[in-house]
């Protein structure tokens, strides 16, 4: 039977404890896993599990816990598990986003429910396209690409005191300009077809003022928006494929600019 050294207990725990920190603020940050519904313990128990088997193979770093070195370190490990976990949270606010476009141009913009996993309200076509986000990320083994962008993270930055490098943090802001752009991509057919439908009300009442628009326009819309977005939903799953790729192809381009 061995036996461990009381010494050599501090440098233990810190050995596993910077790994923790860094899968914690992955996983408070990034989709399904932060999710309301989890709770705290399952989340630390995840964190702690993954912990365990990733600083089994990483070397020793030597960061004393309970240091001033040891708190620049762990909150080096925070930022990076949180960049991580916020660049691919941008691709379901981009889906939700087309989702709140949609709903206001199909005049459902008032319709909102409760969500309880971001704990806010949420428009109801939102809801429907996050919904459907979930079940295509874990459809497409998105949570097993997001564990392998972290594994390979303690590859590309090990856990030292050196800074992290500031282009990293101007490259994520910049990722998060394409919720707007995919989003409004995403949505564009259907935005289109119902502005076109509102232009040609607009010109009705101008033509027949006798006409209410607001009696015809309201069913109209919304009859005309339920179709195009069914008509959407075949090409909602390759366009947020797609968006996937995107997502973790710029997370290893900001990966590489922390160095």
Known sequence: MQSLPL???PLLVSHYFWPLMRVLALISTAPVFNDRAIGNRVKVGLAAIIALLVGHNLPDSHIPLVSIMGLWVGCQQLLIGAAMGLTIQFLFVAVRYAGEII????????ATFYDPSGGENMPV???????????????????????????????????????LNREAFIALASTAGMIFQCGIALGLPVIALLLTINLTL???????PQMSVFVVGFPLTLSVGMLALLLLMNNFGP????????IFARLSQIMLLFQ
């Open 202 to 208: 607009g010109l009705l009442n101008r033509l027949t």
């Open 125 to 163: 076509i939102s809801r429907i396209l996050n919904l459907m986000g979930i079940l295509l990320f874990l459809l497409f083994n998105g949570h097993l690409l997001m564990l392998e962008v972290l594994m390979e993270s303690f590859q590309l930055l090990p856990i030292s005191a050196a800074p």
């Open 103 to 110: 709903g206001l141009q199909m005049g459902l913009s008032f």
């Open 7 to 9: 010494d050599a207990l």
């Open 239 to 246: 366009y947020f494929y797609h968006l996937m790729e995107l």
